[in-house]
Structures are given as C-alpha cells and as structure tokens.
C-alpha cells in the first residue's frame, strides 16, 4: 500500500499476484462519482446492502480469484 506523505490516507496499493495492476482507492478522487466498477472480487462477503448498478461485467467469489482475474484482464488485453 502506498500512503499520502502528508494525511497518511492509503492511496493505491499493488498485489504481488497482479504485477500489471495498480488499485487505486477511490476516495483519492476529487469526483469519484466519475467512476463505476466494471468487476469485484470476494462478491461472496459483499455487504447486503450494496447492490448492482450494472455496471459490473465480471464478479468474482474468493475460489479461483487468481486464475480467474488473469483470464479477464487477458480478454482486456485484446480489446
């Protein structure tokens, strides 16, 4: 995880397993609205309030999330 030098606010953080991804937090956004998830992962703990708004294309629970993640950002790769 990286954190902002002068709030200590986590602002993206990096997975070993994902070497080409970079998370980034969404409240380092000024507009966050702006953005909308496209996939999620460990869907099997999502809180029963949070619901779908479309947007997402891929979802994920936690058996296979490696494999399954690489397979989707290498359909990504060949948009």
Known sequence: SHFCVNCGTRVFGEAEA???LVFIMIGAFE???LFKPRFE???NYRLDWLTNNGSIEESFDEHAVEER???MLESLNHR
Do not use: G, L, T, W
């Open 18 to 20: 994902f070497p080409e």
């Open 31 to 33: 507009n966050s609205r």
């Open 41 to 43: 992962i460990y869907n």
């Open 69 to 71: 993640i690489s397979a």
